[in-house]
């Protein structure tokens, strides 16, 4: 990934976006007669839409952060997993002996990359929830590290292991939730997990040198027409740092935005969530460009200057569970929030 900072921009207006219906559920808790005037107010400043209380990825219990942080801790012990080299293959194989443990619907998309070092072998992970509605939802992330930093032991600890860590945690709860459902289907669209490879530049970051994975695979899903099931891609990248302070990406779709806002305001998260404005050159561009509604959930501020990003510095001490559960909790509520929008 690469970003531009736009000045020192405060994003105020996404937090005091106006209101997207918010949730009476917002109140669940608070319950009894003595909070009937809070709620009362409430009625009459902010549009509350009736929301169904069917279980839903969404509801439940809070995010397993601490699976999350123990997926990511297991997948960063195999060390650096650059393409072509001895680590990446394990990751590969750590991806799926996972998910075919787990009987999931597993789909590997191996391709060539053409790259500055030549045709680099490459293959993408993709793990699919089937919903009851027509249409899916896409959560993404980026699995291996850079090829240039083969040297230094970087084992991007937050820069691919989380977040492979937060998607196989919540891989757990979509295939526990679609268990004790009718048809063993999630309530609401299908729910597509995708593992990127070659997220990171070979030799130098460039529109050809950088996202792969992504690339090759918005391309073959044009051609084959699975684009036009997608009604959203949201992207996670580098959000298991503690001081977790995630960035708002221009180049993201303002509604999935807005969504992403109001998921992080259901829980109190509001501060971890778009305080800044940065135009950030991702795996979710690919799609944006297709015309897909995209978001990249992404924390670019990493260690005192940024000093832990792309350095042997980027180890297991440096990323929470606690931010792995911001994570999850948001993702599965914007999932909720995106399942009720028609
Ligand atoms: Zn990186």
Known sequence: MIFSLLGKRVEARALGAPSLPSAAADFRGKGGIAKLSIFLVALLITPITAQAQHPSAGSGQAFDGAKAYEYAREFAAIGPRWPTGPGHVKAEDFLRSHFQRNHDQLEQDAFTADTPIGSVPMCNFIVRFSGTKPGAIVLATHYETNYPLRNINFVGANDGASTTGLLMAIADRLRAEAAVSPGKKLSGYSVWLVFFDGEEAIRQWSASDSTYGSRHLAAKWGRDGTLGQIKAFLLADMIGDKDLDIQRDTNSTAWLVSLVAEA???????????????????????????????????????????????????????????????????????????????
């Open 264 to 342: 992080a305001k259901k829980f109190g998260y509001q501060r971890y969530f778009f305080q800044q404005e940065m135009d950030v050159q991702d795996d979710h561009l690919a799609f944006v460009e297709r015309g897909v509604p995209s978001i990249d959930i992404i924390d670019l501020d990493y260690g005192p200057n940024n000093s832990y990003h792309h350095t042997a510095q980027d180890t297991m001490d440096k990323i929470s569970a606690h931010s792995l559960t911001i994570d999850g909790d948001v993702f599965l509520e914007t999932i909720r929030l995106i399942d009720q929008r028609n």
